[in-house]
Nanobody, 118 residues
Framework: QVQLVESGGGLVQPGGSLRLSCVASGFTFSSYWMYWVRQAPGKGLEWVSFINTDGGRTVYGDSVQGRFTISRDNADNTLYLQMSSLKSEDTAVYYC???????????WGQGTQVTVSS
């Protein structure tokens, strides 16, 4: 069964840190570009970060540049998002997503809630 399972979300104070994980199964994880995407309450989806197959290229959205770090461990089929200097506006459900060869997100995780609040 092809799936992505996120974990690591929670409640954190402004300025704090969290690390999200996304475990992939049912497909060759190392062959796919991967993304983190988030959805804040009442808002649409926002692309957060991208990583290529070997982790050698990463790209970040302007709102998280310099604060978030995406990485992957292909041996463990796991994608990570290290989040630091968190702000209230980072509050959202965070999803990992697989980018298909057809040029779209074709597999999504169930999401993990991140709440930044004092």
């Amino acid at each position: 069964q092809v799936q992505l399972v996120e974990s690591g979300g929670g409640l954190v104070q402004p300025g704090g840190s969290l690390r999200l994980s996304c475990v992939a199964s049912g497909f060759t994880f190392s062959s796919y570009w991967m993304y983190w995407v988030r959805q804040a309450p009442g808002k649409g989806l926002e692309w957060v970060s991208f990583i290529n197959t070997d982790g050698g290229r990463t790209v970040y959205g302007d709102s998280v540049q310099g604060r978030f770090t995406i990485s992957r461990d292909n041996a463990d089929n796991t994608l990570y998002l290290q989040m630091s200097s968190l702000k209230s506006e980072d509050t959202a459900v965070y999803y990992c997503a697989r980018w298909s060869s057809s040029g779209n997100y074709d597999i999504w995780g169930q999401g993990t809630q991140v709440t930044v609040s004092s």
